[in-house]
């Protein structure tokens, strides 16, 4: 069983706030990623890392920003939320090369 | 960049009765190729894989996909569902020798009437 959390798993917040999504991940996997899924819509990869100190853009464009400054933890972090941002993020990791993502249970934004 | 196609969004049927789903993808070079399921208020997970070998892919719960190269297709399926497989079916597909990212389709939701 794959062990990733994501926390919170539900966030209602108003115009304006700053927000991170936490998530971590107790495997050793080098590689975590973040993505974005609206109901009825693929999964679209808005970041991603391969370690340490090492973070990517992904192929959606974001607004929000990611840090890895330890292998186990991946926040993704948006200055200030907009009603746009209303989505589901999900956090992944994997080994690399021939992976399996492994994910988390993902959290729910809403923005009023 | 690779893109994953899957039909028929919304799939409804009885118990007992065989489920296909369609999965093509628009990538020439070598690939691996993946279902995942998301159970209601369940984590994505992994329900079967090909990296190579037998191109016929058996996974958990009685599913099985076979990888017909020259069609791009990876199509899921099951011979008899269960209620408990009203589900959420999504395609991934990760070229093996570029941007090694997974891309994904739209992916199936499956109600299974009991």
């Known amino acids: 069983e794959a062990d990733i959390y994501q926390t919170p798993r539900y966030l209602v917040i108003g115009t304006g706030k700053k927000i991170t999504l936490e998530c971590s991940q107790t495997?050793?996997?080098?590689?975590m990623y973040w993505y974005q899924q609206d109901p009825g819509m693929e999964l679209h990869l808005i970041h991603y890392?391969?370690?340490?100190?090492?973070?990517e853009k992904g192929d959606l464009s974001s607004e929000s920003t990611v840090s890895r400054i330890r292998t186990e933890h991946f926040p993704l972090t948006l200055e200030s939320a907009r009603p746009s941002h209303t989505s589901q993020y999900l956090c992944?990791?994997?080994?690399?090369?021939?992976?399996?993502?492994?994910f988390g249970p993902g959290t729910r934004l809403l923005v009023l | 960049a690779q893109s994953v196609s899957q039909h028929n969004h919304h799939v409804i049927l009885s118990e007992a009765a065989s489920l296909e789903l369609g999965c093509n993808y628009s990538?020439?070079?070598?690939?691996?190729l993946f279902w995942y399921v998301q159970y209601p208020g369940q984590h994505l997970q992994l329900l079967l894989k090909y990296f190579s070998g037998d191109p016929l892919v058996k996974g958990i719960k009685g599913f099985e996909a076979e990888f017909i190269k020259s069609k791009f297709s990876f199509n899921l399926r099951k011979p008899s569902v269960q209620w408990s497989d009203t589900a959420e079916y999504f395609c991934?597909?990760?070229?093996?020798?570029?941007?090694?990212?997974?891309?994904f389709g739209k992916g199936n939701q499956v109600v299974v009437i009991p």
């Open positions: 890392s391969y370690g340490v100190n090492s973070t």
């Open positions: 495997m050793g996997h080098d590689k």
């Open positions: 990538y020439g070079g070598t690939v691996n």
């Open positions: 992944a990791s994997g080994t690399g090369g021939q992976e399996t993502q492994y």
């Open positions: 991934a597909v990760n070229a093996l020798y570029g941007n090694n990212r997974l891309a």
